[in-house]
């Protein structure tokens, strides 16, 4: 019943910004803690960004990136910038109602990914 659904993902060049979105149905964003992982071939997937009474980041994102929710639209969102080539990745958006915000395995509701590609 609960959906998780990306969107925003793309090319862009080295230097550049991009938003991505993430659509929740089925259940609030008020009752979820909300993060972003990302996975590039052959690595693990890795955490990004999760809100839940603050805001987390990796150190490698830490600057650059900002995570927010839209209680209004029921939705999550990474705004993205000053993107280097080594933020190519798929982008996951995920939901978890409970656990480490830094654990993929803390999340019940993930979304099916949105390619990000930043070329130098």
């Known amino acids: 019943q609960v959906h998780v659904t990306e969107s925003g993902g793309g090319l862009v060049q080295a230097g550049g910004s991009l938003k991505l979105s993430c659509a929740v149905s089925?259940?609030?964003?008020?009752?979820?803690?909300m993060g972003w992982f990302r996975q590039a071939p052959g690595k693990e997937r890795e955490f990004v960004a999760a809100?839940?009474?603050?805001?987390f980041y990796t150190e490698s994102v830490k600057g650059r990136f900002t995570i927010s929710i839209d209680t209004s639209k029921n939705a999550a969102y990474l705004h993205m910038g000053s993107l280097e080539p080594e933020d190519t990745a798929v982008y996951y958006c995920a939901g978890s109602r409970s656990g480490s915000v830094y654990a993929p395995s803390s999340y019940n509701y993930w979304g099916q990914g949105t390619q990000v590609t930043v070329s130098s």
């Open positions: 089925g259940r609030s964003v008020r009752n979820l803690s």
């Open positions: 809100i839940t009474w603050r805001e």
